[in-house]
């Protein structure tokens, strides 16, 4: 099977009620927990990059096309502003989890998003990330309107 080949490597995008959101599933390896087969709490910022990183390509947003500058004026990336994690049950060894990311609050140049991992349809942890566009410079670069409509559906 070629890598073009795979299915969903990706996540796949989706939209319900409360608007667009990204699922990614994502299975628990030895590597990812502690010595007691519990997933190890710097996994899930992990588990929530992959998923935020997947929904930007899947919208046509990828971070390769940001830092060259094709993607804006300048060359840019986003970084981690702020997070708040609730960790609400453990995950395992060889756990199946779903990572679900959904736009909450787009700002002149930040991007909040919401995150809950699951595992079997309930939530185990929850996730609120805030990113900023930033030149290589680190100054804020107001989001183009290609990011802004592509976040908007």
Not at 107 to 128: C, H, M, W, Y
């Amino acid at each position: 099977m070629s890598e073009g080949n795979w299915a969903d490597i990706a996540g796949r995008l989706g939209e319900d009620v409360r608007g667009k959101f990204h699922r990614l599933p994502v299975r628990v390896y030895f590597e990812d927990t502690d010595a007691g087969g519990v997933v190890y709490h710097a996994s899930y910022v992990r588990f929530c990059e992959r998923g935020r990183t997947d929904f930007l390509r899947l919208l046509g947003v990828e971070a390769r096309q940001l830092i060259s500058g094709e993607a804006s004026n300048e060359p840019a990336a986003f970084v981690v502003r702020r997070m708040s994690l609730d960790f609400k049950r453990p995950g395992r060894m060889d756990d199946l989890l779903v990572v679900e990311t959904r736009v909450k609050e787009l700002g002149g140049a930040s991007v909040t998003l919401s995150q809950d991992i699951s595992k079997d349809g309930r939530s185990i942890f929850e996730a609120e990330v805030t990113v900023v566009l930033v030149s290589v410079g680190g100054k804020p670069l107001r989001l183009s309107d290609a990011i802004r409509v592509a976040f908007e559906g």
